[in-house]
T-cell receptor
């Protein structure tokens, strides 16, 4: 069953503006986690941020923050002050904490930053 | 720091051939994963392992096999290659499931 959904195939943002990338998930387990990864055109996968389901505060890492709304089952990535180097594919990933801890990915959102 | 090393980087296989994609990590991580990424798509989990001797299927395990005899190595075996297995394969490792995963550079496989 699909656990993680990214509904924005592509997004544009003006340089220095903020942008929100959407991610929703589906689970009945109380314990889980959510990741965001960035994949530039060069192909490598870069970890950005993690949010655990029991974390009281939204995760932040520099210009990246995760808008975690548990009741709505959403974990949107907010990038502030966009830079040209932010142009990339962005993947949301779901950590299934039950049993073996496997991580599954959404299909991604392509972000393009416009000068 | 080597991190996660995948070999080969590129490979062309003929239909019906077999091969093993190698993955080694030097961070003493318990968790290791194999994903495939089709063009313009996200990553699909093939197999994963939570420690030596323990593996489990992911979303798309058919046509693949894995083993985890050591903490460091997690090879992915393709038996009877098919064109549908043309993809970029990523190996990843993490200390725990809820910690950052480190990815290899990927193996670009073409089956013709």
């Amino acid at each position: 069953a699909q656990k993680i959904t990214q509904t924005q195939p592509g997004m544009f943002v003006q340089e220095k503006e903020a942008v929100t990338l959407d991610c929703t998930y589906d689970t009945s387990d109380p314990s889980y986690g959510l990741f965001w990864y960035k994949q530039p055109s060069s192909g490598e996968m870069i970890f950005l941020i993690y949010q655990g389901s029991y974390d009281q505060q939204n995760a932040t890492e520099g210009r990246y923050s995760l808008n975690f709304q548990k009741a709505r089952k959403s974990a949107n990535l907010v990038i502030s002050a966009s830079q040209l180097g932010d142009s990339a594919m962005y993947f949301c990933a779901f950590l299934d904490s039950g049993g073996y801890q496997k991580v599954t990915f959404g299909i991604g959102t392509k972000l393009q930053v416009i000068p | 720091n080597a991190g996660v090393t995948q070999t080969p980087k590129f490979r062309i296989l003929k239909i019906g051939q077999s091969m093993t994609l190698q993955c080694t990590q030097d961070m003493n991580h318990n968790y290791m994963y194999w994903y495939r990424q089709d063009p313009g798509m996200g990553l699909k989990l093939i197999y994963y392992s939570v420690g030596a001797g323990i593996t489990d299927k992911g979303e798309v395990p058919n046509g693949y096999n894995v083993s985890r005899s050591t903490t460091e190595d997690f090879p992915l075996r393709l038996e009877l290659a098919a064109p549908s297995q043309t993809s970029v394969y990523f190996c990843a490792s993490s200390d725990q499931g809820y910690t950052e995963a480190f990815f290899g550079q990927g193996t670009r496989l073409t089956v013709v």
